[in-house]
Nanobody, 126 residues
Framework: QVQLVESGGGLVQAGASLRLSCVVSGLSVRTSTMAWFRQVPGSERQFLAA????????YYDDSVKGRFTMSRDSAKNTVYLQMNNLKLEDTAVYYC???????????????????WGQGTQVTVSS
């Protein structure tokens, strides 16, 4: 059984940093494509970043490039999302996602991922 468990969210002021964690069981973060999405009420989940299993490259949405960094610890079977210089518009529920077989062109689409965590709330205040 595959499980993804996010943690690390919270309430922070604008300009602060947070690191989200996603502990995975039932599949390997090294041989799967791992991704982070976020969602605000009334909107679809937005792609943020992913490590593509076929080439081990990391891909980012332009909205977070330079502020967010995704990383992986294969020994702990965990992925991370380091978020710096947080802005009010970063307020959302953040989700970890995984898939064993998607192709590069489908990396940024929510429907491409088979496995999801329960989400962790990030709230950025002024």
């Amino acid at each position: 059984q595959v499980q993804l468990v996010e943690s690390g969210g919270g309430l922070v002021q604008a300009g602060a940093s947070l690191r989200l964690s996603c502990v995975v069981s039932g599949l390997s973060v090294r041989t799967s494509t791992m991704a982070w999405f976020r969602q605000v009420p009334g909107s679809e989940r937005q792609f943020l970043a992913a490590i593509f299993r076929n080439n081990q490259n990391t891909y980012y949405d332009d909205s977070v490039k330079g502020r967010f960094t995704m990383s992986r610890d294969s020994a702990k079977n965990t992925v991370y999302l380091q978020m710096n210089n947080l802005k009010l518009e970063d307020t959302a529920v953040y989700y970890c996602a995984a898939d064993r077989g998607l192709i590069l062109s489908s990396l940024r689409f929510q429907r491409s991922y088979d496995y999801w965590g329960q989400g962790t709330q990030v709230t950025v205040s002024s």
